[in-house]
Structures are given as C-alpha cells and as structure tokens.
C-alpha cells in the first residue's frame, strides 16, 4: 500500500511558476513510477507527466512538455512537479499517482489532489 499526499497547489498569476509535492508513505516507494495528473472543470482527469522508478523513464503531455519538469528523491519519498510559465488553461485540480510498474497512464494508487488556479 502507499499513501499519497500532494501539497503546493495556490493562485498564482500566469508567467508564473509553483513547484507541486507529493508524499509517499511506503518502504517500496523507490520501486514506484509515479505520475502527475490534472482534472480541469468539465473535463477528464488527465496524464501530464511521469516517472519511471529510476528516473530513466519520462512522459510529459504535449500540453506541459516544456514548461513543466517532474523529479523524484527516494530518499525523501517524494515526488516534485515543478510548473514554470503557467498559463489560465493550466488551472485544475492536481492529482498525484503510483504504480509499481512504469506503465503510464494506469496507476493503483492515487491522492486526493491540490488545486492549482491560474490567474489571466
């Protein structure tokens, strides 16, 4: 089992940046790819960015790929998205997954998400 608790999320004006957190609880965490994902109002709930175990694997949406960077440090348990050059169209809630397996966009574990509000 892992628990998953995303922190960081807030209004921030667009051109801005916000780094999102996620904390796992969980020996296995460092065996765990991990992703990001947003849920915009009225909309699905969406893939933006994931992580392989080891780091080597990475997918980024089309919609970040650019401005937003994903990382992890297992010895903190934590997995960081880190938004540069925020746009209003980014504003959603944003959503914090694991799988023990790097198999994107399927993930077991998920938490319960931060919103993230992009002003014009």
């Known amino acids: 089992q892992v628990q998953l608790v995303e922190s960081g999320g807030g209004l921030v004006q667009a051109g801005g940046s916000l780094r999102l957190s996620c904390a796992a609880s969980g020996r296995t965490f460092s065996t765990y790819a991990m992703g990001w994902f947003r849920q915009a109002p009225g909309k699905e709930r969406r893939l933006i960015a994931a992580i392989s175990w080891t780091g080597d694997n990475l997918y980024y949406s089309d919609s970040v790929k650019g401005r937003f960077t994903i990382s992890r440090d297992n010895a903190k348990n934590t997995v960081y998205l880190q938004m540069n050059s925020l746009k209003p169209e980014d504003t959603a809630v944003y959503y914090c997954?694991?799988?023990?397996?790097?198999?994107?966009?399927?993930?077991?574990?998920w938490g319960k998400g931060t919103l993230v509000t992009v002003s014009s």
């Open positions: 997954a694991a799988d023990p397996h790097y198999r994107p966009p399927l993930m077991d574990y």
